[in-house]
């Protein structure tokens, strides 16, 4: 089976990494082609609207290897967000050549603020949609047939996907891997990136950590952290309050306003992510992860990660682990040998 072709329209003002970060996972991402010998997923190509190299809002300088004049076939488009793709020539030029290969390409996805381009062939009227947080009630304004999910990572709509903010175009990207190779596949792309194949914060452009650091003062930011980096420290919520100089009828109190989450459940989050993580990694036991994250026994560990993903512990391991997973380091026809 050939490699599906991923092409990334490209542009003078691109985002670099809305087009870098998803290339990478595609890049990552490998299969045994049932011989023994690890085989490329996908085939990147960046379109350019002229044969020139283009420089991105970064300085960063990349050279298409196709232009839309002379365009091979693809099984997925992809629109990178970019300050450039907002200039009317620009964006005219990519409506243009989106309708034009709408019909024979098999999806078609944007990035970030790439939803300028992707919205403005009328495609997605109707349609749930996400962007960057920061340009979601613009986008809504602009095109007010849009139905805008402003906090989710990624939507799928039909045979159209939207994703938001930079980092969020690899977690769309992983996800379109795992839609077509497995899951497996898309957790070894992960793991090769050191990403998470599904970040924990669910569906969120925030993770729940990051959302209570940037929406708390910095006592509390330094309080998360803490507990972040010390999943199996006591962290009572008398506890919690002394570390950050509060009462404990205060530290609660605030906590839920800054957080939206009583301690406890943040901490059984926070273990019970981390516990995931862990079982990706092949963790050597159960019992190991539950007390590496900070339960009190295994059967509490097992209940609360059944409870919470509706899916226990050791079924997960089994569909997700990977212990010998292949590298985009290692050429392709050859088994990934590092230790």
């Not at 769309?172 to 793991?191: C, M, N, P, Q, V």
């Not at 919690?240 to 943040?266: C, I």
């Amino acid at each position: 089976m050939a490699p599906l072709r991923i092409g990334f329209v490209g542009y003078e003002q691109a985002n670099a990494l809305d087009l870098a970060g998803p290339a990478e996972a595609f890049a990552s991402a490998f299969r045994d082609n049932g011989k023994g010998k690890l085989e490329r997923c996908y085939e990147v190509t960046i379109i350019g609207l002229t044969r020139r190299a283009f420089a991105t809002e970064s300085g960063l300088v990349f050279q298409p290897t196709a232009t839309t004049e002379r365009a091979p076939k693809l099984d997925t488009l992809i629109i990178p967000g970019g300050c450039g793709l907002r200039v009317p020539a620009v964006n005219r030029k990519v409506v243009d050549w989106i309708q034009a290969r709408k019909s024979t390409t098999r999806r078609i996805a944007s990035v970030c603020t790439g939803i300028y381009g992707l919205a403005a062939t009328g495609l997605l009227d109707g349609r749930t949609v996400t962007t960057h947080w920061r340009f979601a009630a613009d986008v809504a304004r602009c095109f007010p047939k849009l139905r805008m999910k402003p906090n989710a990572l990624f939507v799928k709509d039909g045979q159209f996907y939207t994703s938001a903010g930079v980092t969020a175009g690899i977690d769309l990207a992983l996800a379109l891997i795992e839609e077509d190779f497995g899951s497996k596949i898309a957790l070894a792309a992960a793991r090769e990136m050191v990403v998470y194949l599904k970040r924990s914060g669910g569906q969120e452009q925030y993770s729940e950590p990051l959302q209570f650091q940037t929406n708390s003062s910095d006592r509390f930011a330094e309080l998360v952290a803490w507990m972040m980096n010390n999943p199996t420290a006591e962290m009572s919520v008398e506890t919690l309050a002394r570390r950050a100089s509060l009462s404990p009828r205060q530290f609660f109190r605030r906590f839920k306003e800054h957080f939206g989450s009583s301690p406890a459940m943040f901490v059984e989050t926070l273990r019970l992510n981390e516990a995931r993580r862990r079982l990706s990694a092949s963790e050597p036991s159960i019992d190991n992860v539950a007390e590496a994250v900070g339960f009190t026994g295994a059967d509490s560990f097992r209940r609360a990660f059944t409870r919470r993903f509706r899916v226990t512990p050791s079924k997960f391991r089994r569909n997700f682990a990977l212990p010998n997973a292949p590298s985009r380091r290692s050429k392709p026809g050859t088994r990934n040998k590092r230790s």
